[in-house]
């Protein structure tokens, strides 16, 4: 809100605009400002929360042909916010393929229109994880994989992507709730934190995704998506019946937008505040 605010107030120049970003940080703000060409990590964005996958009750713990899928987790409700929420007045490379749906709105201060998007929501915080040890805990079977499938969803705006900034990556990906139209990945079983994604404009309050994870009768054979695949293959991979699948929710937060009447009183409180913190700035340049 603060952020909001002081971008208003500030709209006087480049230097201004870098002032009040850095006025951002030192209020708490986790990133700088400017040019970024990767979008904030799960840690800048509060942190890892990793469910844990492994096979239990297996008949062989080196290849297994029958055991159950277990999960660990400690559930958390992390946040879904803009780049211009997590860090105020970056914008996007312009050569990121997820700019146009993460970039900062065109027009804000400090933001170059040409390298704006629409300014989704998003949070990767959540990532898959897999564990095996050979003795409690089993390997994935010989010639199978791990399979993750979307079977539900609390509202119809919630995306998700494959990313990867090393290889310019982003894919949607569970993109439809009934098997084999998009609705599951192959997945590798190293950690992997895929992005969830949000319109600019969706309605505040909590959103859940609940996803299966079970053992695929297929192989893992991606070389150029990275930790999963969604491919034709993988699409319509089947789950093996021998094993049984886990299930796990992912909920996260949407802040309401305050309606008008309370946008124009935290205007007035914070515009002193913020003002104050740009002529800072300006006094620390020129001196
Ligand atoms: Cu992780």
Redesign the pocket.
Same mark, same amino acid.
């Given at each position: 809100m603060t952020t909001f605010i002081v971008k208003k107030v500030c709209a006087f120049g480049a230097a201004v605009a870098v002032a009040c970003a850095t006025w951002g940080m030192l209020s708490g703000q986790a990133a700088r400002a400017g040019e970024i060409s990767a979008i904030p990590s799960?840690m800048a964005q509060g942190g =890892?929360i =990793?469910p844990t996958f492994s096979i239990i009750n297996a008949d062989n713990f080196g290849n297994p042909t029958t055991g159950q899928l277990s999960v660990s987790f400690s559930p958390s409700v992390p946040q879904m916010q803009s780049l211009e929420q997590w860090s105020p007045g970056s914008w996007f490379a312009t050569g990121a393929t997820w700019r146009a749906d993460l970039g900062s709105p065109a027009g804000v201060g400090g933001t170059p229109a040409a390298n704006a998007g629409a300014g989704d929501l998003f949070s990767s915080r959540y990532?898959f994880?897999f564990t095996a040890d050979g003795t409690t805990t089993a390997f994935v079977p010989a010639g199978k994989s791990l399979g993750i499938r979307l079977t539900s969803v609390s509202s119809p705006l919630l995306e998700s992507y494959n990313y990867d900034a090393g290889l310019n990556l982003w894919d949607p990906i569970f993109t439809a709730t009934s098997p084999t139209s998009g609705s599951q990945v192959l997945w590798d079983g190293t =950690?992997w934190?895929n992005l969830f994604v949000l319109p600019a404009a969706a309605p505040g309050g909590t959103y859940t995704a609940d996803f299966e994870v079970f053992v695929a009768n297929t192989a893992f054979t991606s070389t150029t998506t990275g930790k999963a695949q969604y491919d034709a293959a993988a699409l319509t991979a089947t789950a093996d019946a021998s094993f049984t699948p886990a299930s796990v929710t992912y909920t996260w937060d949407v802040a309401a937008v305050p309606e008008p009447s309370t946008l124009a009183m935290l205007a007035t409180v914070a515009a002193g505040a913020g003002f104050a913190g740009c002529r800072r700035f300006r006094r620390r340049q020129e001196g």
């Open positions: 799960p =890892m =990793m990532g994880q =950690m934190h």
